[in-house]
């Protein structure tokens, strides 16, 4: 299997990562990586990353952890519809988790999905991510706790 790394968003990756696509049934499931690049340029908490599988930009993904807080969130999360189904978002996910274990003062992370989006359900269950519940906008909000020996 080739190896996922993921890279911050620049200039130079921008347009590759703004271009991927949902396959037709999920592009309800989570907003368009233009309208995140967009958003991360004036939140200065957020992390955008493309997900590299050798030289090719296969997804995107954004979290924020920021210093005075013990919790990082996920907030974007997605593979290109032409690279699902080969383990990149599993391998993605591990790279984002162990990112945020390297900082140091993350205890525990969150993830939102659409309830009716199962495959993400199966990729955080599997992970560890337990469901708390629904949000204000209705999505779905699971949670992992690091332990200690992880961060």
């Known amino acids: 299997m080739v190896e996922i790394r993921l890279v911050p968003v620049t200039g130079a990756n921008r347009a590759l990562v703004a271009s991927l696509e949902l396959a037709p049934g ?36 954004m979290y924020e952890a920021p210093r005075d807080d013990d919790e990082a969130r ?20 591990r790279e984002v988790l162990g990112e945020i274990r390297a900082l140091g003062h993350v205890r ?32 779905m909000i699971a949670d992992l706790i690091l332990a200690a020996g992880d961060r």
């Open 26 to 61: 999920q592009i309800d499931f989570v907003a368009s990586n233009a309208e995140s690049l967009d958003e991360a340029r004036s939140d200065r908490d957020a992390r955008p990353r493309a997900v590299m599988a050798g030289d090719r930009v296969v997804g995107f993904l």
């Open 74 to 93: 996920i907030y974007r999360f997605m593979i290109d519809r032409s690279s699902q189904g080969k383990g990149y978002g599993k391998a993605a996910l």
């Open 108 to 139: 525990h992370v969150s993830i939102c999905y659409e309830p009716e989006n199962e495959a993400a359900r199966q990729l955080y269950r599997a992970a560890g991510f337990v469901e708390e519940g629904l949000d204000e906008d209705g999505e």
